[in-house]
């Protein structure tokens, strides 16, 4: 069975047993496809946030409550407390996501591979959207749902990505889960979520860009999708990784034809 198949089972398991659900996010094959963000990276996200956004710093506490949930691997930083790398990453993200829009108030959201939902809490956290979709694998939802619910977050939806319809939202996101699809995914992907979305944020790593898996390349998508801008990772977490943002609220540039 292949590490794939195993965190799609781990994934149900978890959101169908309690025993398995409140240690998720430490088993071995969980930590290989989602959590497995190492201390250091984490650390470099901690500072840069204390040094750029040291107003956060007060919202740690409220932060650090995605860690209650799942058990993860956590890693003592100081006087800033314990928190999983991960989570840290996500602060990061919604940081550039203050620094690129401003308040996320009102918006539609929509997230390509929420994974347990993490992002999505960080962000419940500090703003009221209008709403938050996340296109993951059905299994990844069940588990997101169940995760988000021990928070009491509303007005989520989550949406199969066998079955992705058309949405115009106003915020496009996805942490490194675009560009780990095969180009068919994508194409779907593009089409029906992030040619109509306004403005986007996307964490790219391009470790699919291979000949087997033939996802679009980062030259092929700076052409495809209208305004964006491609950003330099920090931290960087591998030399080929980048930032894809946009705001078609600037002058719009018509998409190149898939």
């Not at 998720?24 to 500072?47: H, Q």
């Not at 939802?141 to 169940?146: F, N, P, S, T």
Request: charged letters at 25%; a neutral charge.
């Amino acid at each position: 069975m292949s590490d794939f198949e195993k965190y799609r089972r781990l994934c149900k398991s978890a959101a169908c047993r309690n025993s398995i659900f409140s240690n998720f996010r430490i088993r071995r094959v969980y930590t290989r496809i989602v959590e497995g963000v190492r201390m250091d990276i984490g650390k470099r996200c901690l500072d840069w946030i204390v040094e750029n956004h040291p107003e956060m710093v007060d919202r740690f506490d409220e932060f650090k409550k995605n860690d209650d949930v799942g058990s993860p691997r956590l890693y003592d930083f100081g006087e800033y407390g314990s928190f999983a790398s991960i989570t840290l990453r996500y602060i990061k993200a919604l940081c550039d996501l203050i620094d690129l829009y401003g308040s996320l108030d009102g918006m539609d959201i929509v997230e390509i591979g929420g994974g347990y939902g993490g992002q999505c809490r960080i962000i419940s956290s500090m703003f009221e959207f209008n709403s938050y979709t996340m296109i993951d694998l059905e299994e990844s939802l069940m588990l997101a749902r169940k995760y988000l619910s021990k928070y009491g977050i509303r007005r989520v939806n989550f949406i199969s990505a066998n079955a992705v319809p058309e949405i115009k939202s106003d915020l496009l996101i996805s942490n490194y889960a675009f560009s780990e699809c095969r180009r068919v995914m994508q194409r779907i992907y593009l089409e029906k979520l992030i040619l109509p979305s306004i403005k986007g944020y996307m964490a790219m790593n391009f470790i699919n860009s291979k000949e087997s898996f033939t996802s679009f390349s980062r030259e092929d998508l700076v052409k495809i999708i209208p305004n964006v801008f491609e950003n330099s990772e920090y931290p960087i977490s591998h030399v080929d990784n980048a930032i894809f943002t946009w705001d078609r609220t600037l002058i719009p540039i018509d998409p190149v034809e898939l």
